[in-house]
Structures are given as C-alpha cells and as structure tokens.
C-alpha cells in the first residue's frame, strides 16, 4: 500500500511562511509524479503544485504567484512545498498525492493515492 503522509502544517499570520512535506514510507518518492492539491471549505480540491519523477515541476501560476515552491530531497526521500507570502485565501487542507505515471499532474485523476491532508490556517 503508497501512503504519502503530510506534515507542517498549521497557523501563521499574513505574510507568514510554511513548509510542507510529504513522505512515503517504504517507496522511493522519486519513482513517483508527487503533486499538492489543496481544498478550502465548501470549495472543490483544486491543484496547487507538482513534481515529475525527473524532477520538473508545474505550478497553478494563478493562485501560486510565485510564492510557493516545489521541491525534492532524495537522500530524504521527501517532497517539500514551501509556502511564503501567505495570505488568508490560502487557508486550506493542503493534501499530497502520488502516482507512478501523470497524464498531466495537475488533474486529481492522475493520482492514485492520496495521504490525509494536514491543515493550514492563514489569519489576517
């Protein structure tokens, strides 16, 4: 069974920063396309940020802005999002989610598995 398991999130003013991470215990995450999708209350799980198994990333350019960043460390077999410059709108369950092949990583339906989601709070 892949489980991604997210960790980092939590509650930071306007302009704060967070960093996320995402692991899978017992694979190696680089065999995997890894993407952050991120779901606020009464809204649809929309994508935020992805990384190819050659190690390319994607970004929604429209909510991200350049404030958010995707990253790998292998010998820590973990995928990072950095979060900086973060505002209220960016207050979310943020979830990872890999697959081993991605049409397209920004589509919810190229991810096989998802982990739980770990909760970011933004307050004004």
């Known amino acids: 069974q892949v489980q991604p398991v997210e960790s980092g999130g939590g509650l930071v003013q306007t302009g704060g920063s967070l960093r996320l991470s995402c692991a899978v215990s017992?694979?190696?995450?680089?065999?995997?396309?890894t993407g952050w999708f991120r779901q606020a209350p009464g809204k649809g799980r929309e994508f935020v940020a992805a990384i190819s198994r050659s190690g390319a990333s994607l970004y929604d350019t429209n909510s991200v802005k350049g404030r958010f960043t995707i990253s790998r460390d292998n010998a820590k077999n973990t995928v990072y999002l950095q979060m900086n410059s973060l505002e209220p709108e960016d207050t979310a369950v943020y979830y990872c989610?890999?697959?081993?092949?991605?049409?397209?990583?920004?589509?919810?339906?190229?991810?096989?598995?998802w982990g739980q989601g770990t909760q970011v709070t933004v307050s004004s």
């Open positions: 017992g694979r190696t995450i680089s065999n995997y396309f």
């Open positions: 989610a890999v697959s081993p092949y991605a049409r397209r990583m920004a589509s919810v339906n190229d991810y096989n598995y």
